[in-house]
């Protein structure tokens, strides 16, 4: 029996006496190891500045470089600025083929929003939101009205100093919508502007100032900024709207600064650009003013 139990006892697994060891959120981790779990690196200015830079890459930033080289093609070309058209909604496909250019129409706004999805990612990783900069939905009543008077000041304006650009040889020629005329053409052209609004106030108004603020630039260093990264990706139509865009982003800039909302610009961007896009279906090449 004494030979019984010594050997059941030999067989027995011994017991670790080496300790637990538990990350910082409790969980145990394997006996006897060495390794360290990772924690999340500080938020430092130079991470904060980076990533500025890779959304404005992905974006905005973007357009602006290819605005610029569109610009100066313009005014190396033979023909005089306001010889020159520039398209804003173009068919993806042929005429024969309306359901692939709705398809791409669709996934062209579609994925042009990815970036405002990081952006609002991002600011939750920093531990805010879209609520931080205003892009919700708790007070539709007075964004819609604020943006209702935003869109007809800034959009009559903005006209105003398109026909006399225009007339100077200062501006191209814009043609807002190119489409075939098919059934889904003042949709498509609604969400065109919809995303407009969206990606050009998060990104250039509420995330760009915000994210500037955090760097140390001062209240004026922000505003300029924004308003001339939004005057150049708007190069590509001529001299005479990036003075107009420039414009139209300091109004905008002291509207979210007095009152930390995107979301009244948003509605006020999206208003101007369905005027313009579904005023041209129906106006262009019958109102002799308007040039076309």
């Given at each position: 029996?004494?030979?019984?139990?010594?050997?059941?006892?030999?067989?027995?697994?011994?017991?670790?006496?080496?300790?637990?060891?538990?990350?910082?959120?409790?969980?145990?981790?394997?006996?006897?190891?060495?390794?360290v779990?990772?924690?999340p690196?500080?938020?430092?200015?130079?991470?904060?500045?980076?990533?500025?830079?890779?959304?404005?890459?992905?974006?905005?930033?973007?357009?602006?470089?290819?605005?610029?080289?569109?610009?100066?093609?313009?005014?190396?070309?033979?023909?005089?600025?306001g010889?020159?058209?520039?398209?804003?909604v173009?068919?993806?496909?042929?005429?024969?083929?309306?359901?692939?250019?709705?398809?791409?129409q669709?996934?062209?706004?579609?994925?042009a929003?990815?970036?405002?999805?990081?952006?609002?990612?991002?600011?939750?990783?920093?531990?805010?939101?879209?609520?931080?900069?205003?892009?919700?939905?708790?007070?539709?009543?007075?964004?819609?009205?604020?943006?209702?008077?935003?869109?007809?000041?800034?959009?009559?304006?903005?006209?105003?100093?398109?026909?006399?650009?225009?007339?100077?040889?200062?501006?191209?020629?814009?043609?807002?919508?190119?489409?075939?005329?098919?059934?889904?053409?003042?949709?498509?052209?609604?969400?065109?502007?919809?995303?407009?609004?969206?990606?050009?106030?998060?990104?250039?108004v509420?995330?760009?100032?915000?994210?500037?603020?955090?760097?140390?630039?001062?209240?004026?260093?922000?505003?300029?900024?924004?308003?001339?990264?939004?005057?150049?990706?708007?190069?590509?139509?001529?001299?005479?709207?990036?003075?107009?865009?420039?414009?139209?982003?300091?109004?905008?800039?002291?509207?979210?600064?007095?009152?930390?909302?995107?979301?009244?610009?948003?509605?006020?961007?999206?208003?101007?650009?369905?005027?313009?896009?579904?005023?041209?279906?129906?106006?262009?090449?019958?109102?002799?003013?308007?040039?076309?």
């Open positions: 029996m004494a030979a019984i139990r010594l050997t059941l006892c030999h067989d027995l697994p011994m017991a670790d006496s080496t300790p637990e060891r538990r990350n910082a959120s409790g969980a145990a981790t394997a006996r006897g190891s060495s390794e779990p990772a924690q690196s500080a938020l430092t200015p130079r991470l904060l500045g980076t990533e500025v830079l890779c959304v404005l890459a992905l974006s905005l930033g973007a357009a602006a470089v290819s605005a610029t080289i569109s610009f100066v093609s313009a005014l190396t070309a033979p023909e005089s600025l010889q020159q058209t520039a398209s804003l173009t068919p993806q496909a042929g005429d024969q083929r309306p359901w692939l250019d709705l398809s791409r669709l996934y062209s706004v579609l994925f929003l990815a970036p405002v999805a990081l952006v609002v990612h991002l600011l939750h990783r920093t531990r805010e939101s879209a609520a931080t900069i205003g892009f919700d939905v708790r007070r539709p009543g007075r964004d819609l009205g604020s943006g209702a008077v935003l869109a007809a000041v800034i959009g009559g304006g903005g006209l105003v100093v398109y026909l006399v650009s225009w007339q100077l040889g200062m501006s191209v020629t814009v043609a807002p919508s190119t489409l075939n005329g098919n059934w889904w053409q003042l949709p498509v052209l609604i969400l065109q502007a919809v995303k407009n609004g969206v990606l050009e106030e998060v990104i250039v509420g995330y760009l100032m915000r994210r500037l603020g955090q760097l140390g630039w001062s209240a004026t260093s922000t505003v300029l900024a924004s308003a001339t990264l939004r005057a150049v990706y708007h190069l590509y139509q001529g001299a005479g709207m990036f003075l107009g865009n420039l414009a139209m982003g300091l109004v905008f800039c002291w509207f979210y600064r007095r009152y930390g909302r995107v979301m009244p610009l948003v509605v006020a961007h999206a208003a101007i650009d369905i005027a313009a896009f579904v005023g041209s279906v129906f106006l262009l090449g019958k109102v002799e003013w308007l040039p076309s």
